[in-house]
Each structure stands twice: as structure tokens, then as C-alpha cells.
């Protein structure tokens, strides 16, 4: 925080505490620096004062919010310590009181995790950390605060968000209680789910975020298609990892050591979900499940509300990545109509180049070693570049290019530059 807004922040505290109130600094930012984690927003709780005693000292304060109060001075938003009541169904079924009399530890009883309940006092520097949430940081332990808990559905998505972005396990006791809001995640907005899956698919393992909703046994409620690939055997020949989930987990796992473009990593994660709906007479092969997983991946897409770009992304990377796999195979006019068909994609072809790249990197095969052996990118991308309209008007003297023929002398070029490429190499 830069000095002049630590100055007013010290402002207002004194001013706080001239009036019988106590400013805090409160949740994640607390967590984020006895992690060593850079700090980008900071919370603040308020005790002791009620909201028209607040207005009364800060009357430039705007106020936020029909529940409970949010004051914003200075663009600083200043919350009062309140106690919620759980009145119904849902993620917002809630009564709030922000009396004057609730106390630090009360504000803090009501949040979802020890490590996300701990405060500090803007003036003494004093750490208020009643259910040791610094204890469970050190040990590298999510654990529910209070029975409160189970009252909030959406801490489901939350715990397996921390526990992908710290990498933290989760003790057995919230485990439990992150089962008994089973039924209550079909409740949650597809927006609330996606805020989370977004956070999660951002981590260097995505994969855990998966594993906890497992081991919660809710992984099918929103992320059906994911928790159908387990149990999918595959030919153990090709695939020593295991079924076709632990496969995916890999895969995604793999997309985030080479890259924080969330399409390519979702891409990577979607890529295979045609081998859940696999006929069982056929396992452990899955035939078809390219082209099956296209429709699988927008029934995915459209229940957790990924944008309509990321469901195109992986919509290619389900149908192109076994044909992708298998390139260097191909007949050439294959190779080019392969080529000219991703291209025109918002994947592309060096996104579907990472998603085979983590496809193929499996049975010790190291990751940039796939990189190095999956080409088709690098050949369709100057195949592309230099055989393209300019190009057969310069050297074949087809003038128009908007005859129906353009597509056909086009295609018959690209056809001859690969060939020749190829024989170069």
C-alpha cells in the first residue's frame, strides 16, 4: 500500500477510535502476508460503531449494498463487523446485523475458513486469530471455522479453489461438511461457480480443485462431464497414468507450466470428455470420442457459464486433437485441409498445439520434449503465411480472388508447399 493511503487509513482509524470504534484489517489480506503472497486488496472491518454513527463522522462516505453495509472513502471500502442468520435455501438466504456491540471474533466466527478468519488492529498492529487460522497456515490446512460452514453452498467451490491456489489439503471434518451442501449447489448461479472454476483453472494445479470435489463426492453436480471420465480405462500401453480422468487432470496440469491463456487451458481440460460416454463393449478403446465430446463440451460449458469463447476453444480441441495427433500420418491434402480448418478457429493452431503437447507428454515422456515433436503448427503456420492470395496472384496470375476457384487453386498450392517442405527436411 502506497504511504499516502496508509496515512489515511491511519486517519480514519484514530478518528474510529475517538469515537469508541476499532478499524481492522481483516480475511485474505492477513492470510496473503503470512503467506509471503503480494497483497492487491486490502479488507477492512469496523467495530464498535454503528452505521449512522459512521455517516455522522465520515459524511463524504458513500454507502454500498441493501443487506449490510459498505462504506467507500477515498475508493477504501470499510465494512461493520456483522453476524448473519441463514433464513432460507442458497447462497444469499441470509438476515445480517451489524449492531454495534458484535465483536471482532464474532465477525470473524461467520467466515468460511480459519485461514480466511483472522484480523489485525490498524493502530496496535495487534493479531486477533481466535480459531488459529495462523496455526492451520503453517501446517498447510484448510479447515472450516465454525459449523457456520455448511450454511454458505458456494464454500464448497471456494475450499477446493484455495486448496488448488495454495496448495493446501483439507481436514476430514469439512470434507464432511462440504458433503452436506450436496444439494444445495444446484442453487448456486452459474456465475458464482464460474468465478471460482476461472480462479482455480488459473492455478499451477488445477487438477486439485477436481480431487477435492471428489473426495467430496459433489464433482458431479456441476462438473458432470469431468466426473464421468472416471473409471474409463484405457490401453494401459498408451496410457500408464491411468483412466481417462486422471488423464485429463494430467493434461490440464501439463496446459499450466506452458501457459496462462485460461481458453488453452480449458481447452486442455475439455479435450477428452467424449471418453465419458463411451460404449462399454469397446473399452478400453474409445473410438468416436472426438467427434462425441463436442457436444459434451458445450453441455459443460453452458451449466458453469464459460464464455462463449472458451466453449469454442474446446469444442475445436475435442474435435481436432486425435487428427491433430496423428499429423505426420496424413495424407498431405489431409494435412492441409487440417490446417486450413484449425487456423480459422479462435484455438488456432498454436493453441491446439499446447493441448497435444500435454496430451502426449505422459508415460515419463517429458513436456518440452512433446513440444519439440508436435510440428504441425509450425509447418500450418508458414504454409499459411506464405501461400495465400497475394501469392498465387504474384506467381499463378489469378487475378480474382473472390472466384469460386480461389479456394481450389489455394488448397492444390498449400498441397505442393508441404510436399516440398517435407522432401526439404
Given at each position: 500500500m502506497q504511504k499516502i493511503e496508509q496515512e489515511k487509513i491511519k486517519e480514519i482509524a484514530y478518528k474510529?477510535?475517538?469515537?469508541?470504534?476499532?478499524?481492522?484489517?481483516?480475511?485474505?489480506?492477513?492470510?496473503?502476508?503470512?503467506?509471503?503472497?503480494p497483497v492487491t486488496d486490502e479488507d477492512y472491518c469496523i467495530t464498535g460503531i454503528s452505521k449512522e454513527k459512521f455517516q455522522e463522522?465520515?459524511?463524504?462516505?458513500?454507502?454500498?449494498?441493501?443487506?449490510?453495509?459498505?462504506f467507500i472513502i477515498d475508493n477504501i471500502e470499510f465494512a461493520l463487523a456483522r453476524k448473519e442468520r441463514k433464513i432460507g435455501v442458497g447462497h444469499k438466504a441470509f438476515e445480517f446485523d451489524t449492531d454495534e456491540k458484535i465483536t471482532i471474533e464474532e465477525d470473524l466466527a461467520r467466515r468460511d475458513l480459519t485461514i480466511n478468519s483472522i484480523a489485525q488492529n490498524v493502530l496496535t498492529g495487534e493479531i486477533i486469530d481466535p480459531f488459529n487460522g495462523r496455526q492451520d497456515i503453517e501446517n498447510k490446512v484448510l479447515r472450516k471455522t465454525t459449523d457456520a460452514f455448511i450454511e454458505d453452498p458456494l464454500r464448497v467451490y471456494r475450499v477446493a479453489r484455495f486448496s488448488a491456489s495454495l496448495e493446501f489439503s483439507v481436514d476430514k471434518e469439512t470434507i464432511k461438511c462440504m458433503k452436506k451442501l450436496k444439494n444445495e449447489l444446484s442453487t448456486l448461479s452459474k456465475e458464482r461457480v464460474f468465478t471460482e472454476f476461472k480462479k482455480a483453472l488459473g492455478t499451477n494445479k488445477p487438477s486439485i480443485f477436481f480431487e477435492t470435489l471428489k473426495e467430496a463426492e459433489v464433482l458431479d453436480v456441476h462438473f458432470l462431464e469431468i466426473y464421468n471420465l472416471i473409471g474409463k480405462v484405457q490401453p494401459e500401453k498408451?496410457?500408464?497414468?491411468?483412466?481417462?480422468?486422471?488423464?485429463?487432470?494430467?493434461?490440464?496440469?501439463?496446459?499450466?507450466?506452458?501457459?496462462?491463456?485460461?481458453?488453452?487451458?480449458?481447452?486442455?481440460?475439455?479435450?477428452?470428455?467424449?471418453?465419458?460416454?463411451?460404449?462399454?463393449?469397446?473399452?478400453p478403446h474409445h473410438y468416436g470420442h472426438d467427434e462425441r465430446g463436442i457436444k459434451l463440451v458445450t453441455d459443460l460449458s453452458r451449466r458453469i457459464g464459460v464464455p462463449k469463447s472458451w466453449e469454442k476453444c474446446g469444442k475445436t480441441a475435442a474435435k481436432w486433437h486425435m487428427k491433430a495427433g496423428i499429423f505426420e500420418k496424413m495424407t498431405v491434402p489431409k494435412q492441409v485441409?487440417?490446417?486450413?480448418?484449425?487456423?480459422?478457429?479462435?484455438?488456432?493452431?498454436?493453441?491446439?498445439?499446447?493441448?497435444?503437447?500435454?496430451?502426449?507428454?505422459?508415460?515419463g515422456k517429458d513436456l518440452e520434449q512433446s513440444l519439440k515433436e508436435v510440428r504441425f503448427a509450425k509447418i500450418?503456420?508458414?504454409?499459411?503465411?506464405?501461400?495465400?492470395?497475394?501469392?498465387?496472384?504474384?506467381?499463378?496470375?489469378?487475378?480474382?480472388?473472390?472466384?469460386?476457384?480461389?479456394?481450389?487453386?489455394?488448397?492444390?498450392?498449400?498441397?505442393?508447399w508441404v510436399k516440398n517442405f517435407q522432401n526439404i527436411e
Open positions: 474510529l477510535q475517538e469515537n469508541g470504534g476499532t478499524l481492522y484489517l481483516v480475511g485474505g489480506v492477513i492470510r496473503n502476508k503470512l503467506l509471503g503472497i463522522i465520515f459524511p463524504q462516505a458513500k454507502v454500498q449494498g441493501k443487506d449490510f453495509p459498505v498408451y496410457h500408464p497414468e491411468g483412466d481417462s480422468y486422471n488423464h485429463t487432470l494430467m493434461v490440464v496440469d501439463n496446459s499450466a507450466k506452458l501457459t496462462d491463456d485460461l481458453e488453452v487451458r480449458y481447452s486442455s481440460l475439455v479435450h477428452d470428455l467424449g471418453k465419458g460416454n463411451t460404449p462399454k463393449e469397446i473399452l485441409d487440417f490446417i486450413q480448418e484449425v487456423s480459422k478457429t479462435i484455438l488456432g493452431l498454436d493453441g491446439l498445439k499446447i493441448v497435444v503437447a500435454c496430451d502426449k507428454a505422459r508415460g500450418g503456420k508458414e504454409c499459411i503465411e506464405k501461400i495465400d492470395g497475394k501469392f498465387l496472384q504474384e506467381n499463378k496470375g489469378i487475378k480474382d480472388l473472390s472466384g469460386e476457384n480461389f479456394a481450389k487453386y489455394l488448397r492444390e498450392e498449400r498441397i505442393n
